[in-house]
């Protein structure tokens, strides 16, 4: 369940981050990212290690809130599948159409 949770604050981080604070950029980078303790982030910002907890739990919901109302990493995940299942039916259907499965390859590199 944490591992879980970790990944997709990682992946809504990627896509929200430049909306947050320096501060919050910073502490959610160490703690999710770079796999900092609460008292290591604490100690090094020299605040306390609650002020660390409160500032990571508000921007977890924060970031939440962003993503249920910009849809922008489900949005990023439907695609990719979408992107998988059309290039999977051009190549059986259309082997030879190097243009569609270019366009289709165009695409994929846009969302990587």
Not at 47 to 67: F, G, L, M
Request: proline share 1%; aromatic share 14%.
């Amino acid at each position: 369940m944490e591992i879980e949770k970790t990944n997709r604050m990682n992946a809504l981080f990627e896509f929200y981050s430049t909306l947050l604070t320096e501060k919050q950029m910073n502490y959610m980078e160490l703690y999710y990212a770079d796999d900092f303790s609460l008292g290591e982030i604490a100690e090094e910002y020299q605040v306390s290690r609650q002020a660390v907890y409160d500032n990571i739990k508000r921007t977890e919901k924060i970031i939440e809130e962003y993503e249920r109302k910009l849809h922008l990493f489900s949005d990023y995940i439907v695609r990719g599948e979408l992107l998988d299942k059309l290039k999977t039916y051009s190549t059986e259907t259309y082997p030879k159409d190097e243009a569609l499965i270019h366009y289709i390859e165009q695409i994929q590199e846009i969302e990587e």
